[in-house]
């Protein structure tokens, strides 16, 4: 039955400018965007439907109103004149997927444990990326938190959760969500999502989401039926419309995304998010989405610090101003650059788009130095310039990474890096990662050297499986060693449940890996404990080429008592009788002690010689070691000039 209009008349102060929130006593209220429908309806799943008010003026083409409903109660909504029904476009969760009714739920009925946490900033910070679906094996939030204590204990400060909005099917990496206020069902109830955030603050862990505002999904995408200016043709977006942030009736969609931002931090207690592929944001206005994005992120943490990470193929400095200096306010950016370098230097391989990196000491010293390599330079995969100045960028504001979602993805099988190069040189590159001055990511099981593949995958009806298949075949042959794959159907079916079993990590490996495990636990205690590594180059930062294939890195500290030197070497045994560079030279009165070495065998590695045997040079073959000033133990020999007198 339709019940007769009712006018607006909230007990709670709403959280969000849209969607249904629940006002007590049996009673919800519900605001919705729907300017080409003339007439709303709001359907239970019993049959009751109450006609939402048209709102006038400014808010001309909301509708809005109070029904009986309650958390837990499902709903649609109806235009008067159709008998379709539709999910809410600020849905809090859809129980049964994109396509089906949406649910009612009280964000204030959760029992917080976590009121004396602040939040977090950049600096200091260890990232850890990890997809729930795939992370342990159950692939729900549950069974993630509980091995957040362990994550804790390894020397993660920060879990970065792939997306998580609903998206169509039964698995997926969550980049086509559709419904951007819904934690996706499949991983469990918003409320688990809730309980994962309060177990992670009480681990010492702050978490932050990956979001998604560059496109939609193509399956379970309904705002076209309450509004076609969700999307514009204004701009081209590499994976489907483009979304209206600055065209006609732009402003709602602009506040359904920017209250998006606020509402993963305000009702879920969220340490920051990680906004996904920001090239594909296009937005003129005053002022742009990204920096609408961060302010609201900040206003909803209150007291609290949140830190704001982008992706942006294009290097964009300007994300990364400060708002008062016409910037966008965001904290970090990642820095491709880096990892592309040094899988150049690890495999030798520099093909597609890793064809304008060598790996060569010079690069990673740069890459150490200034965050991207690339900074206004001509890239010649992309024929083009690629990059802005960041010469004036804290070291902190780049997140490096050896690996990510994207780029064990990108290869062949979904090979870890691990498995693309040798244990040792491996080993080495982690150092430079672990210790390195920018802000280090890792992703799931690569601290255990994780045997699970990561590939992608996505459960889509038949004809779009296909074309997924088909794009996915096609992005992969720009690398000539993958081509003859594609070509031969070789490659791992996107579509396939067996693919996105295979991707789910088996963290029994923490103990069969263990000198893998071993190896990422002593960095992160060194970088944590050791004050010079800790203050990631704020003191001041250098590097130096040693030969073809190594490098020094030296930390420094205001009176150079506590400089902190990391050598790395790609390639064969180094041995020297002299190094003219000062950064090799020691404080006076104290001599280099080895501090640590990536050959120890608990890492298995082949142990390390003297570094400095009859005072000469000498650096293992594929290793990197970390030397600190001590006493001087040995008298060095007195050597007689050539020109001495008669």
Same mark, same amino acid.
């Given at each position: 039955?339709?019940? &007769?209009?009712?006018?607006?008349?909230?007990?709670?102060?709403?959280?969000?400018?849209?969607?249904?929130?629940?006002?007590?006593?049996?009673?919800?209220?519900?605001?919705?965007?729907?300017?080409?429908?003339?007439?709303?309806?709001?359907?239970?799943? #019993?049959?009751?439907?109450?006609?939402?008010?048209?709102?006038?003026?400014?808010?001309?083409?909301?509708?809005?109103?109070?029904?009986?409903?309650?958390?837990?109660?499902?709903?649609?909504?109806?235009?008067?004149?159709?008998?379709?029904?539709?999910?809410?476009?600020?849905?809090?969760?859809?129980?049964?997927?994109?396509?089906?009714? &949406?649910?009612?739920?009280?964000?204030?009925?959760?029992?917080?444990?976590?009121?004396?946490?602040?939040?977090?900033?950049?600096?200091?910070?260890?990232?850890?990326?990890?997809?729930?679906?795939?992370?342990?094996?159950?692939?729900?939030?549950?069974?993630?938190?509980?091995?957040?204590?362990?994550?804790?204990?390894?020397?993660?400060?920060?879990?970065?959760?792939?997306?998580?909005?609903?998206?169509?099917?039964?698995?997926?990496?969550?980049?086509?969500?559709?419904?951007?206020?819904?934690?996706?069902?499949?991983?469990?109830?918003?409320?688990?999502?809730?309980?994962?955030?309060?177990?992670?603050?009480?681990?010492? $862990?702050?978490?932050?989401?990956?979001?998604?505002?560059?496109?939609?999904?193509?399956?379970?995408?309904?705002?076209?039926?309450?509004?076609?200016?969700?999307?514009?043709?204004?701009?081209?977006?590499?994976?489907?419309?483009?979304?209206?942030?600055?065209?006609?009736?732009?402003?709602?969609?602009?506040?359904?995304?920017?209250?998006?931002?606020?509402?993963?931090?305000?009702?879920?207690?969220?340490?920051?998010?990680?906004?996904?592929?920001?090239?594909?944001?296009?937005?003129?206005?005053?002022?742009?989405?990204?920096?609408?994005?961060?302010?609201?992120?900040?206003?909803?943490?209150?007291?609290?610090?949140?830190? $704001?990470?982008?992706?942006?193929?294009?290097? #964009?400095?300007?994300?990364?101003?400060?708002?008062?200096?016409?910037?966008?306010?965001?904290?970090?950016?990642?820095?491709?650059?880096?990892?592309?370098?040094?899988?150049?230097?690890?495999?030798?391989?520099?093909?597609?788009?890793?064809?304008?990196?060598?790996?060569?000491?010079?690069?990673?010293?740069?890459?150490?130095?200034?965050?991207?390599?690339?900074?206004?330079?001509?890239?010649?995969?992309?024929?083009?310039?690629?990059?802005?100045?960041?010469?004036?960028?804290?070291?902190?504001?780049?997140?490096?990474?050896?690996?990510?979602?994207?780029?064990?993805?990108?290869?062949?099988?979904?090979?870890?890096?691990?498995?693309?190069?040798?244990?040792?040189?491996?080993?080495?590159?982690?150092?430079?990662?672990?210790?390195?001055?920018?802000?280090?990511?890792?992703?799931?099981?690569?601290?255990?050297?994780? &045997?699970?593949?990561? $590939?992608?995958?996505?459960?889509?009806?038949?004809?779009?499986?296909?074309?997924?298949?088909?794009?996915?075949?096609?992005?992969?042959?720009?690398?000539?060693?993958?081509?003859?794959?594609?070509?031969?159907?070789?490659?791992?079916?996107?579509?396939?449940?067996?693919?996105?079993?295979?991707?789910?990590?088996?963290?029994?490996?923490?103990?069969?890996?263990?000198?893998?495990?071993?190896?990422?636990?002593?960095?992160?205690?060194?970088?944590?404990?050791?004050?010079?590594?800790?203050?990631?180059?704020?003191?001041?930062?250098?590097?130096?080429?040693?030969?073809?294939?190594?490098?020094?890195?030296?930390?420094?500290?205001?009176?150079?008592? #506590?400089?902190?030197?990391?050598?790395?070497?790609?390639?064969?045994?180094?041995?020297?009788?002299?190094?003219?560079?000062?950064?090799?030279?020691?404080?006076?009165?104290?001599?280099?002690?080895?501090?640590?070495?990536?050959?120890?065998?608990?890492?298995?590695?082949?142990?390390?010689?003297?570094?400095?045997?009859?005072?000469?040079?000498?650096?293992?073959?594929?290793?990197?070691?970390?030397?600190?000033?001590?006493?001087?133990?040995?008298?060095?020999?007195?050597?007689?000039?050539?020109?001495?007198?008669?």
């Amino acid at each position: 039955m339709i019940s &007769s209009p009712l006018q607006a008349t909230p007990v709670r102060q709403r959280r969000l400018p849209v969607g249904a929130e629940y006002i007590g006593e049996g009673r919800t209220h519900v605001r919705v965007w729907a300017p080409c429908m003339g007439r709303v309806e709001v359907v239970r799943e #019993d049959g009751a439907s109450t006609e939402l008010e048209p709102e006038d003026g400014e808010h001309a083409g909301y509708f809005s109103g109070e029904i009986d409903a309650q958390p837990g109660d499902l709903y649609r909504f109806k235009p008067v004149e159709d008998e379709r029904l539709y999910p809410d476009p600020a849905s809090r969760f859809q129980p049964q997927g994109p396509h089906g009714p &949406s649910e009612v739920i009280d964000p204030a009925s959760f029992s917080w444990t976590d009121a004396a946490w602040r939040g977090v900033s950049l600096e200091g910070q260890v990232v850890y990326e990890l997809h729930i679906g795939t992370f342990a094996r159950e692939g729900t939030w549950a069974a993630a938190a509980r091995e957040l204590p362990e994550l804790a204990r390894v020397g993660i400060t920060i879990v970065e959760v792939m997306p998580v909005a609903e998206f169509e099917g039964r698995f997926g990496w969550g980049y086509d969500g559709v419904d951007l206020y819904a934690p996706s069902h499949l991983y469990g109830r918003p409320d688990d999502f809730r309980r994962f955030v309060d177990a992670a603050h009480a681990a010492g $862990i702050a978490v932050i989401l990956d979001v998604v505002y560059n496109h939609l999904g193509p399956v379970g995408n309904y705002l076209r039926a309450f509004s076609p200016s969700y999307v514009t043709e204004r701009y081209d977006n590499e994976w489907g419309d483009a979304l209206n942030f600055d065209g006609d009736d732009s402003g709602p969609v602009r506040e359904l995304f920017v209250s998006n931002a606020g509402y993963w931090i305000d009702e879920f207690h969220l340490d920051g998010l990680r906004l996904d592929a920001t090239q594909q944001i296009f937005d003129r206005s005053p002022e742009h989405l990204l920096a609408a994005i961060s302010r609201r992120a900040r206003a909803a943490a209150g007291d609290r610090s949140v830190v $704001i990470v982008a992706e942006n193929e294009t290097q #964009d400095t300007r994300l990364v101003r400060p708002l008062e200096e016409g910037g966008y306010g965001i904290d970090a950016l990642w820095n491709d650059d880096f990892h592309h370098s040094a899988m150049v230097a690890l495999t030798g391989r520099s093909e597609a788009y890793y064809s304008d990196t060598c790996g060569t000491p010079q690069e990673l010293i740069s890459a150490a130095k200034y965050g991207f390599l690339f900074q206004g330079q001509y890239y010649h995969w992309q024929r083009d310039v690629r990059g802005t100045p960041a010469l004036h960028l804290p070291q902190a504001s780049f997140v490096t990474f050896l690996q990510n979602h994207d780029q064990v993805a990108n290869s062949a099988h979904g090979q870890r890096g691990h498995a693309l190069t040798s244990p040792s040189r491996w080993r080495a590159m982690t150092a430079l990662l672990l210790l390195g001055p920018g802000t280090p990511m890792l992703f799931q099981g690569q601290e255990f050297d994780a &045997s699970a593949p990561f $590939i992608f995958f996505a459960d889509f009806e038949r004809e779009l499986a296909a074309a997924v298949r088909k794009g996915r075949g096609e992005f992969l042959s720009q690398f000539p060693s993958v081509a003859p794959l594609v070509q031969d159907g070789a490659l791992d079916d996107p579509g396939a449940e067996t693919t996105f079993e295979r991707c789910k990590l088996n963290l029994d490996e923490r103990q069969t890996h263990a000198s893998a495990y071993a190896l990422h636990i002593d960095l992160l205690r060194l970088r944590r404990e050791d004050a010079t590594f800790r203050s990631q180059g704020r003191h001041g930062f250098d590097g130096a080429v040693l030969s073809a294939s190594a490098f020094v890195l030296r930390f420094f500290t205001p009176d150079h008592e #506590d400089d902190r030197v990391l050598v790395v070497n790609l390639g064969a045994d180094l041995r020297r009788t002299s190094i003219a560079d000062p950064l090799l030279a020691p404080a006076a009165g104290t001599e280099w002690s080895l501090r640590w070495s990536s050959e120890d065998p608990a890492y298995g590695g082949s142990g390390t010689p003297p570094i400095q045997p009859d005072s000469q040079w000498f650096f293992p073959a594929e290793s990197a070691v970390v030397l600190a000033p001590g006493p001087v133990r040995h008298m060095r020999p007195f050597l007689v000039s050539v020109h001495r007198s008669p």
